[in-house]
């Protein structure tokens, strides 16, 4: 397989608006993609992209894992997970926590379908990975909100996703939780999971993270590998202000950050 997503030339509407413009990126093997962005430049639409929501309008193409022809949406969304913090405050459904986990295997919000005894073992197999089997009978709108969003994160790997989309994951969190979240992500790498991470935070962007995509007005600004990407004139021209990076134990910091 030579390419998990590749995205040739997408335009992408929402309503009337021109979101994304002339975009051309491609995810590899053992790749894994922080993208970073002003608000407004793209990014939530970037993931619905790659996540088979939106569709580009004519001329633009969308490939998965490494499969050159058109593949059905249901079956591209069945290797793909997804958390984001809006995700999170639409699922307003009572349930428990085992039963949020055990949806994912059918992509809905709430639990409509009789859960067969090897799915039921999946979801307490992701939630003893992430260390959360202690919220299975719990009910998700009483958990904290970093409970719930590892909740989420169970839901996402419940069915051994090949690739996660995680769109500002860490969005709402306190710094204790985040850090215990983005640990969590570490993990996942660890076991080979792919990741594609959106965040204007970077000291979000773990270690393992490799590639670094940077949108900005809806149009690819600039991307390449992290060590490359991940320096003070770079980050300032993408973001707009005098930004200074600075790295300490694999991640980096912005220490300054003045408007133009």
């Known amino acids: 397989m030579s390419f998990l997503v590749k995205i040739k030339n997408a335009d992408v509407y929402v309503g009337e608006n021109k979101v994304l413009k002339s975009l051309n990126w ?10 970073i962005g002003n608000n407004g430049a793209g990014k939530t639409t970037f993931m619905k992209l790659i996540f088979g929501e939106l569709i580009p309008v004519y001329g633009g193409e969308v490939s998965w894992f490494g499969n050159k022809e058109r593949s059905p949406l249901a079956e591209v969304r069945e290797k793909i ?55 299975s009978n719990t009910l998700y709108n009483h958990m904290s909100y970093g ?33 215990n979240f983005l640990e969590s992500l570490e993990k996942l790498a660890r076991k080979r999971t792919q990741m594609i991470y959106v965040t204007h935070r970077i000291e979000e962007i773990m270690p393992f993270f490799t590639h670094v995509l940077y949108l900005k007005n ?14 003070s004139e770079v980050l300032s021209n993408a973001l707009g202000c005098s930004v200074m990076v600075e790295k300490s134990s694999g991640r980096f910091y912005a220490t300054l950050c003045r408007g133009k």
Not at 26 to 35: H, L, P, Q, R
Not at 85 to 113: C, K, M, N, T
Not at 116 to 132: N, R, W
């Open 26 to 35: 491609s995810m590899g093997k053992n790749e894994n993609w922080a993208v």
């Open 81 to 135: 997970g997804y958390v984001s913090a809006e995700y999170q405050s639409s699922y307003d459904r009572p349930a428990l926590g085992w039963e949020v986990v055990a949806s994912g295997h059918f992509s809905s919000i709430g639990l409509h379908e009789e859960v067969t005894p090897q799915q039921k073992d999946e979801v307490f197999k992701s939630m003893d990975y992430l260390g959360i089997e202690y919220l």
């Open 147 to 179: 409970e719930a969003r590892k909740i989420l994160l169970a839901r996402a790997m419940v069915r051994r996703a090949r690739l996660l989309i995680l769109d500002e994951p860490c969005s709402g969190l306190d710094v204790p939780t985040r850090e």
């Open 218 to 231: 809806g149009k690819v600004f600039k991307q390449g590998r992290k060590e490359v990407m991940m320096n």
